[in-house]
Nanobody, 126 residues
Framework: QLVLVESGGGSVQAGGSLRLSCEAS????????VAWFRQAPGKEREGVAS???????????NYADSVKGRFTISLENAKNTLYLQMNSLEPEDSGMYYC????????????????WGQGTQVTVSP
């Protein structure tokens, strides 16, 4: 069992930055494919970024086109913590952000993830 707890959300103006954190209950998080998803009101949850360290023949990171060049996913093994650095934020980035861990499959689909956090809210004002 892996418990994930997100933090770092908040309100920011467009162009600003936030760093989301996802603390895992166990070092085993590094064995999983890990990802950030987000869900805006009235919309489906969508994959934002993923990272997998364990498989050498799989791309290390993946990003949704809408966040490429602005967001960076990283994993700090010593702290069992996953991060999402978000720069140049836009109002369209607003939503509840979730971290997830699992076997991935297709990285941006929810079905590939077994463990989920409770979410942290991000609000970007124009």
């Amino acid at each position: 069992q892996l418990v994930l707890v997100e933090s770092g959300g908040g309100s920011v103006q467009a162009g600003g930055s936030l760093r989301l954190s996802c603390e895992a209950s166990s070092y085993t998080i590094r064995r999983y494919c890990v990802a950030w998803f987000r869900q805006a009101p009235g919309k489906e949850r969508e994959g934002v970024a993923s990272l997998w360290l364990a498989r050498s023949n799989y791309p290390d990171t993946n990003y949704a086109d809408s966040v490429k060049g602005r967001f960076t996913i990283s994993l700090e093994n010593a702290k069992n913590t996953l991060y999402l650095q978000m720069n140049s934020l836009e109002p369209e980035d607003s939503g509840m952000y979730y971290c997830a861990a699992g076997s991935c499959g297709t990285w941006y689909l929810e079905g590939g993830y077994t463990y989920w956090g409770q979410g942290t809210q991000v609000t970007v004002s124009p």
